[in-house]
Every structure is written in C-alpha cells, then in structure tokens.
C-alpha cells in the first residue's frame, strides 16, 4: 500500500504544471501620488492658511485606474512608542471610509481599520480644529472650491482625479511627515496563463506609482531648539515671537490671522514639538524669539566653550542666542534659526527617549537600497549585510558613521545607500542598520575607538557573528524582488498546493494583490504588480493554514529553484515581455524540510522592522577574538613607543 502512494504522489508532482483553479481572483488595492503643494506662499491656493496643501494628480507618474471610484488620503509617519521607531499610518478622514477601503473579507474586524479614529487618539488629528480646517473640493462649475466632509472621487479616462483639485488641511500638535495618496480596489482578468491557475494574468493591476517615495510635505522647522552641551532638542519649550518693523524696535508680540503679521493658524507663543521643531513665517521685518523652558535658560555666546561635535551639528552661524541681533525675516523666504539653551544652575536634565522618527526604505535607478529619515538625539549609524541561520546573525559589509562624520544629526535629514545593491545580495540576506545614541559629554577613550575601528575592518572583510548593540534601535530592512516566481511552502517546508498568494505593504492591512498558485504550489508575479516599497508575502491553504514571510525568507526558501531555473528576482519583467511566460519549469517543490525552516515567527511589517532582542551566541567568532589580539599587540606596542620616550625625554632633562 505505501509503495502505491509512494506512486501516486510521484505521479502528482512530475506532472505538467497545469491550471487547475477556476475561480475568480480576490480583488486588490492600487496607489499613486498626489501632487501635493503647500498652500503657506502659493499663489494657487484659496487660503494661505499653514496647515493647507493643494492636491493633485501628478503628471510626472502614470495616471490612476481610469474610471473608478478612488479614495484620497493622508498617510502620517508617527512613532511607535513600543520601539521608538516610525510607521506610516493613512487615514482617508472618515472611520467609514477607511473601513470600506481597508477592510475586506481579510480584515473581518471593521475597528481594525478605523484609521482616523487611531490617528486621532494616538496623535490628536483633527480635520475639524476651528471653521476653516476640512477638505475642500473644486466645483468644475463655478470654478470654486467646495468644504465637504471627506468623500470618494471619480478617475476621469485618462486616469486623472475628478474634481481636479482638492485643498486639505488638518492638524496635529506635534511636526510630521505626511504624503497624500490615491487609492483604488482593482479587479482582473481571471484567464489561465500556462503553468499557472486562473486568477493570474493581471492584465489591469499596475503599479503606475511604485512607491510611496513621492512629494511629501511636513511642517518643517525655522529651527531647532536644543541643549548646547549634549546637541539633544529640547520638547515643549515655549517660544514668544516678538516684531517690529525697525532693528532698533519697538517689538510688540507678533499677531497671527488674514492680514496681521504671522499667517492664519500661527500660534503665539508656540511649542516645540517631537525633535525640537518650530517653524514660523511672517511679514517682511524684524524679529526676537523669547525661549522659556522649566530647566534650562537662552544661551548668551561666548559665556562657555561648545563642543566641536556640537558646532559640526549645529552651525554657529546658525544659533540664534540670547544676545544675538533681531532676525531679518524676508517674506516667503525661510531663514533656519537653530536656539541653544543650557541648564540652569541646579537643574538636572529631564529624562530623554532615542527614537528614530522618520524613516524611509526606497530603491534607486542603480538597484541600491537607500535609506533616509531623522532622529531626535546625535546617533553613530552602523550599516551591515546580514543573514540569519539557527537563530545566530552573521553579518558582513560593515560601515560605521559618527555625527560629524556622516553620523545621524537631529539638526538634518540622514540619507544611506546600505553597502551592497539588492542584486548582490545573497538569497536569504538583508540589510541590517543601527542607531546608537552619542552623548558628547562622555567622549569615548583612544583605546576603545581604535578597537572598534579594528573590529569594522575585519568585518568589512569577513562574515562575523552579529553581537547585539547595546543602547541602539536596529532596523532590519528587506530587499524589494521585482519579480517573484517558486514555490509557496508550508511551516514543515511542504509546497501548498492552490495556495492564495497575498502581497501587503505595512500601511495597509488589506492586500495589494492576490492571486493563486496551482496544484504544485508554484505561481510567479511580474513587475507591474508588485510595489517598491518593502512588503510582505502571505500564503494560505485550503485548511486555512497561513505562512507570513518577509521577501528575504520567501528568497532564501526558493534559492534551489531561481538556480535551477535561472531567475532574477531583481528584474524588471512585465506579463507582455516575461521570457519565462510560458515556460513549465523542471524544478519540482521539495517534499521535506525546506532550507529554511519558518517555523520560528515570521516576520509581519518590514517596512523597516524593528529587529527585537536577538539570541547571543554561545561564544564569540574566531574574527573578535583575533581583534582582540591585535588591539592588544597595539597597546603594548603604543605603551613601548610612549616608554622609550619619556625616557629620552627624561635623560634629556637631568643632562647638564
């Protein structure tokens, strides 16, 4: 009996890669960017209001779906306060049009979908602050803009939003980064490709905007307020805005509103919010911000030495101080006015959190991962290439940047091409980078930075084993395939015949696209389906069993099979130009435990994921312990070289 099934399960798996799956493929989700323009100095705005952006479809991308119902929204970076990390967060403005958008048969529970209603307890939004904030939209008729409660529009033919234009203004206390995107539920065309079941020709999802790496905007600073001797800003420091309109005053404090000084929505005094940030624009004149904050006082220049790492950070030329002259503010031009405080007697510093704030992952026209974003303290930034077997990290491609030479500052946006492009990854790899805070009141010893410069060189050379990095954030970035082709693989390594292929990016808890595999698990996905932006794959069975993994599991998985089959997962390949179309692959799905085993959790949201505590090796490499070594042998040579010295210098001091 064994020996016949034996038989039939041989039969099953050399047998002709056939469609098998007659049903019709679950819908997915679209975006695309919108041209977004700040209202604060437009000409093309009904208001000047500083909270206000004009909205609309943006030429320099392939246009939306061409006559569908689409939705806008504003999608905000927050920071996740479990890991000190960002997340993006889109809300359409409405809890009942954020369900109808996200949810879906994926998502039963509607409340998990209820984006403004998140964004509006975790960060206080608000589109309805006072009269004038709310969506507005332009009325092709009479050529005026319209407030109307957050609502669907219309793609024309050619894809372009209908109405035209859309004015949007909301609020949040604290800064943050925000983009406005176009979405749209999309359907396919269900007709069987070969080697593939039905569902998987995607004749009409695209990606015409591939990335959420589009014009955003954020209320960015006129400055940073913050601690001259540890370069950390310093939140809810209050700042009064005083105005004349001679150097020589009289400053009275400047008013806010249509036709006073500073523009509608200014508060004065302000706060600064998460980072230090204030911003303010005003008329044509002059200025004095008046700082006040609990612990610490207006710095006056030239009462204490700054630090050269400080100065690298925050230009002197810069700072505005306590005695320094009235501002010039030219109207609609920005001035940065950075404002150093220092402690008061007898104060001690409040207690401080490290966060990331704003972060990034986009691929560039080279096939190089680049990273940018912000962090709220100095931080040296470690970037590596990482891979990880039996619960041990091995890394390699080590590069170490310090504030003043590369390192992340508050004071300016980070951006890191990671050491290797995607294609020259190993499957199964990923970029790992770490943020450690830099307190320059603790400087760190000789000895230690030439040890840890000895221990980048020998990992920048060979594989070492990752050790965790103490006071740090580590985000763990994905790849971003271009093209997925295998096999959908169970926990026990397993192929899952018919398995639903869903694709997810971490700002939507819906699915971009789905499609199915056929009876021998296989399924491929061109280009014009996937997004750039990091994402993850899920697959279900028909006993509703479901594998979560990140792309660099998903690659690692399938590693025999792009060999076999010579595939590029990195290459751009659309349905009308795949060379494999209609190619019956001869790789068959492995049967036993998979190269990589999934049994341990899967990874949900790398959209950079933050990697938590990780299992410490049982000793260390061989690589740390001949670093090691050559510190030492480099102590005892520096101390010989300092002995002879002083001896010279010794007899040279008792000679006559």
Not at 132 to 146: P, S
Not at 219 to 242: A, C, F, R
Not at 526 to 546: A, N, V
Request: aromatic share 8%; hydrophobic share 35%; proline share 7%.
């Amino acid at each position: 009996m064994k020996y016949l099934i034996a038989l039939v399960a041989l039969l099953a798996l050399s047998a002709p890669l056939s469609a098998v799956r007659a049903e019709e493929t679950p819908p997915g989700l679209q975006y695309s960017c919108l041209k977004t323009e700040w209202c604060i100095n437009s000409q093309n705005c009904s208001s000047n209001h500083v909270h206000r952006v004009k909205l609309s479809t943006d030429k320099d991308t392939s246009a939306a779906p061409s006559s569908q119902e689409s939705y806008i929204t504003e999608c905000i970076e927050i920071v996740d306060p479990t890991s000190n990390t960002p997340k993006t967060v889109c809300t359409t403005g409405s809890s009942d049009l954020d369900k109808e958008l996200f949810c879906g048969s994926s998502n039963p529970d509607p409340s998990s979908c209820d984006f403004f209603q998140k964004l509006q307890t975790e960060i206080g939004y608000s589109q309805s602050r006072s009269e004038d904030y709310g969506i507005y939209f332009l009325n092709a008729a009479t050529n005026l803009l319209e407030k109307k409660g957050p609502t669907k529009v219309i793609t024309d033919a050619l894809g372009n939003m209908n109405p035209a234009v859309v004015e949007w203004q909301s609020y949040t206390p604290q800064n943050h980064e925000r983009r406005f995107l176009l979405w749209s539920h999309v359907t396919e065309d269900t007709a069987p490709t070969q080697g593939q079941s039905s569902g998987q020709k995607q004749g009409t999802l695209t990606f015409p905007s591939l990335s959420t790496i589009c014009q955003g905007v954020s209320w960015d600073p006129e400055g940073i307020v913050y601690d001259m001797e540890t370069g950390i800003p310093l939140n809810t420091t209050q700042l009064q805005i005083d105005y004349s309109t001679q150097v020589s005053g009289p400053f009275q404090k400047a008013t806010s509103g249509i036709g006073a000084i500073l523009p509608p929505g200014t508060e004065n005094p302000m706060q600064t919010t998460v980072g230090g940030f204030y911003r303010f624009y005003g008329s044509e004149g002059y200025y004095t911000i008046k700082p006040t904050h609990s612990v610490y006082g207006h710095f006056v220049k030239d009462t204490l030495p700054i630090a050269t790492l400080i100065s690298s950070m925050y230009a002197p030329s810069l700072n505005y101080y306590a005695n320094s002259a009235p501002i010039f503010e030219k109207a609609g031009v920005r001035k940065i006015q950075n404002i150093p405080m220092v402690l008061k007697p007898g104060q001690t510093r409040p207690p401080f959190t490290f966060q990331v704030l704003s972060n990034i992952a986009q691929v560039n026209a080279k096939g190089e991962m680049v990273m940018t974003g912000k962090v709220n303290a100095p931080a040296t930034v470690i970037l590596e290439i990482c891979s990880n077997l039996s619960g041990i990290t091995n890394c390699h491609d080590r590069k170490e940047y310090v504030p003043g030479s590369g390192g992340a500052s508050p004071s300016n946006n980070f951006t890191y091409a990671l050491t290797a492009s995607q294609k020259d990854l190993k499957n199964g790899e990923n970029y790992i980078i770490t943020f450690k805070q830099v307190n320059p009141l603790l400087a760190q010893s000789l000895p230690r930075r030439i040890a840890q410069n000895i221990l980048n060189l020998i990992s920048s050379i060979i594989s070492v084993v990752h050790a965790e990095e103490p006071n740090g954030i580590q985000l763990l970035i994905e790849p971003v395939p271009t093209y997925l082709e295998g096999y959908a693989y169970d926990r026990s390594g397993i192929s899952i015949p018919n398995a639903l292929i869903s694709i997810y990016v971490s700002f939507s808890p819906a699915p971009l696209y789905q499609t199915y595999a056929n009876a021998q698990g296989y399924f491929r996905i061109t280009s014009e389906h996937l997004p750039r932006d990091p994402y993850t794959i899920k697959f279900k069975g028909q006993s509703d069993i479901e594998v979560t993994l990140s792309t660099s599991q998903f690659l690692a998985q399938n590693n025999e099979f792009f060999v076999t089959e010579n595939v590029n997962p990195y290459s751009d390949v659309t349905e009308s130009n795949n060379p494999r179309a209609k190619i019956t692959p001869s790789f068959l799905p492995r049967v036993g435990e998979s190269s990589m085993s999934i049994t341990k959790k899967p990874q949900k949201d790398i959209s950079p994921t933050v990697i938590q505590e990780q299992q410490k090796p049982p000793q260390q490499s061989l690589a740390v312990y001949m670093a090691m070594l050559v510190f030492l042998i480099i102590v005892v040579i520096v101390a010989v070289i300092l002995y002879i010295k002083k001896r010279k210098s010794d007899s040279h001091d008792i000679s006559p």
